[in-house]
């Protein structure tokens, strides 16, 4: 099967988040298992891509309304990412260094669709599958299906679409109807959700099936999702969840280049402790007390601008008994309500602001517990790493943590679980994390419990494939 698919992010050539991660290793599970799968992505000038040798393998140009633009389709020379890549490169549009937040972007991403419809149109390999993720590209499945430019070739091309976030939709006004082809006007109602064109509302209602990245979010859809719940209750026989997998070639404990020591999953402590020695070596911490950490998007939707309060009555009431690590960058506000605990907490509290890669692989790595109170969590994958890292996680039910994280009260549990994005729920959990901490017997046997949860890829790269093949391919 020639599946191609398309986003904005694939690690490593462009991360913001777990959208990345997921677009960087389906691919390469589906090329395993025999079928021949593709990433399309927008051109990004960072470092991936400069290190990288490509060849240009279309060139053409299209309107976007009036103006006229030159695009190119490149292709990386080695498949070194164990998928064939490529990037549609549009001088003055693509050709930039952040991924997201250009004033422009409705126009970088309608060029990038629109490109990649007509290097497909023309090619002489038409796919067998064309896989959307998340709105930057969700016009594909109604302009395949409703423009007179491409309707003749792809209309019988299927296309699924999958949810990463459904907060987000790309919603944009009328005004920028005309950097559309053609259209059939009696279809036109498809693009619009609300009196705006929102792609992420005409990708499921155009798609021939949409996946969301959790059994409980797909459901949480209905409920939650910023003024689409209608829509996914119609809509909702479509619709299927598909936990997402970890690539385990790279976050593997036992060979992983960015920790400081190898982990064993049949016998983590030796390695668990030299890996918090590092990184209490790092940010000058003692190693004798627990450590709980934070990796993410400082964002509302993560429960990040709870974690200020949660983190400073936690102190008060442990002193000296518990570290606390943060890593993110987002919301300015929380970013410095972060940073200003480090003065007041000095031996017990650090934070890093900012992105990075092999600290994040670290934190992992090295603390005991990893704390996510998201108010909403498609599937999330720090609790993923951390189970796999022997990291306990601390979650908040909702979305992909409720599929994951079983409390460790419950028969075979091995997580921290509460049920509100409030501070005094978090402050619980660290109470609970404390305690366990002080029954090593315990905490060591639920580390050897998580170590031995396979969240590969494995599982959930066959369900696309028995999803695709669901739609007689
Ligand atoms: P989301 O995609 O909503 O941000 P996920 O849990 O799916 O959440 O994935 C987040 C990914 O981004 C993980 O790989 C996590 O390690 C990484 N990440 C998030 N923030 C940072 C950061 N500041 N530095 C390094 N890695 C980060
Ligand atoms: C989104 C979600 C996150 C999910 C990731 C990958 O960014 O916020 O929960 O893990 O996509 O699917």
Not at 85 to 97: C, M, S, T, V
Request: some cysteine.
């Amino acid at each position: 099967m020639r599946i191609f698919h398309l986003a904005a992010e694939c690690y490593p050539v462009a991360k913001v988040g777990g959208l990345a991660d997921v677009v960087g290793a389906l691919p390469k599970y589906q090329n395993q298992a025999g079928h021949q799968a593709a990433v399309v992505l927008p051109y990004y000038n960072r470092k991936f891509v400069q290190e990288s040798e490509f060849d240009v393998v279309f060139e053409a140009s299209n309107l976007l309304g009036t103006k006229r633009y030159e695009f190119e389709i490149w292709k990386e020379r080695t498949n070194k990412l164990g998928f064939e890549l490529f990037l549609i490169y549009i001088p003055g549009l693509l050709d930039r260094e952040e991924v997201y937040s250009y004033p422009d972007e409705r126009e970088q991403f309608i060029a990038f669709q629109l490109a990649f419809l007509d290097w497909i149109n023309w090619s002489q390999q038409k796919p067998d599958l064309i896989h959307c993720h998340d709105h930057h590209v969700g016009l594909i499945p109604f302009l395949m299906k409703h423009s007179a430019l491409y309707r003749k070739r792809l209309s019988g091309v299927p296309a699924v679409f999958t949810i990463h976030n459904g907060q987000y939709h790309g919603a944009f006004g009328y005004d920028k109807f005309d950097y559309l082809p053609e259209v059939d006007m009696n279809y036109a109602g498809l693009l619009d959700w609300a009196g705006a064109i929102n792609p992420l509302a005409s990708a499921v209602k155009c798609c021939h099936k949409y996946t969301a990245v959790s059994p409980s979010y797909l459901h949480e859809l209905e409920l939650q999702s910023n003024g689409l719940e209608y829509l996914f209750w119609l809509e909702k026989s479509k619709g299927l969840g598909i936990i997402n997998g970890i690539d385990t070639e790279v976050w593997n404990p036992e060979g992983d280049p960015m920790i400081a020591a190898p982990i064993d999953a049949d016998a983590p402590d030796a390695g668990k402790l030299a890996n918090k020695k590092a990184l209490c070596e790092r940010f000058g911490l003692s190693p004798e007390l627990p450590i709980i950490s934070f990796i993410g998007r400082l964002v509302t939707e993560k429960g990040a601008d709870l974690l200020p309060e949660a983190i400073q009555h936690s102190l008060d009431k442990h002193a000296g008994k518990v570290n606390f690590v943060m890593l993110g960058a987002g919301d300015k506000e929380t970013e410095a309500a972060l940073e200003a605990l480090k003065e007041k907490y000095p031996d017990n509290y650090k934070t890093f602001i900012g992105y990075n890669e092999a600290l994040a692989h670290l934190i992992y790595a090295g603390s005991d517990f990893l704390l996510m109170p998201s108010r909403v969590e498609p599937c999330g994958l720090n609790q993923l790493y951390a189970l796999r890292y022997g990291t306990l996680p601390m979650v908040r039910r909702t979305g992909g943590l409720i599929d994951t994280v079983v409390d460790f009260g419950d028969e075979g549990g091995y997580g921290i679980c509460f049920n509100r994005s409030v501070a005094a729920d978090i402050e619980h959990a660290v109470d609970r994390a404390i305690e366990l901490y002080e029954n090593q017997p315990h905490l060591q046997l639920l580390r050897k419990r998580m170590m031995a949860l396979d969240f590969s890829w494995n599982q959930s790269a066959n369900q696309y494939i028995n999803l695709y093949q669901s739609l007689n391919i």
